[in-house]
């Protein structure tokens, strides 16, 4: 409780960063969440409850 999906990533926890020469995606890791997938909420503040 108290997490909610990535927004820039949408809860893969990467993102694609470029392409090769043969156009196949590059992913590396969300810098919005660091790979983990979730951020804490922001309506919560990561509480689990209002």
């Known amino acids: 409780m108290g997490r909610a999906p990535c927004q820039i990533c949408n809860g893969a926890g990467e ?3 470029s392409r090769d020469i043969l156009g196949k995606p590059i992913s590396s ?3 919005g969440c ?3 997938k979730t951020i804490r909420c922001t309506v919560c503040g990561g509480e689990g409850y209002i």
């Open 34 to 36: 660091f790979g983990l």
């Open 29 to 31: 890791r969300c810098d």
């Open 15 to 17: 993102v694609v960063k």
